[in-house]
């Protein structure tokens, strides 16, 4: 069995917190689109504010690692967020 180097597990954890992260924003949207109507400003601020959280997240990964490894690391937690919703 090849174990990861150092790094690989340093990304591969970081990358499991910003999926949880990231699945909590999706759930902050989700309030926000029960509550308020996506017309509404406060519903089009919370929207604003949680991509902006969600793309600073992102700049510190990148800040930290290669923005080829976060590129990877992201497709797959967007793969299996996809795979997910088929089953």
Known sequence: M?????????????MEYYEEIRKSLNG?????????NEKDFFYQAGADNLKALNANIL?????????RQV???L????????EAKVL
């Open 59 to 67: 700049k510190i990964l990148k800040h930290f690692y290669t923005p």
């Open 75 to 82: 497709r797959e937690i967007l793969f299996d967020e996809e």
């Open 28 to 36: 902050l949207s989700e309030i926000l689109k029960i509550r308020l």
């Open 71 to 73: 590129r990877i690391k």
């Open 2 to 14: 090849i174990e990861n180097s150092p790094e690989e597990k340093d990304i591969d954890k970081a």
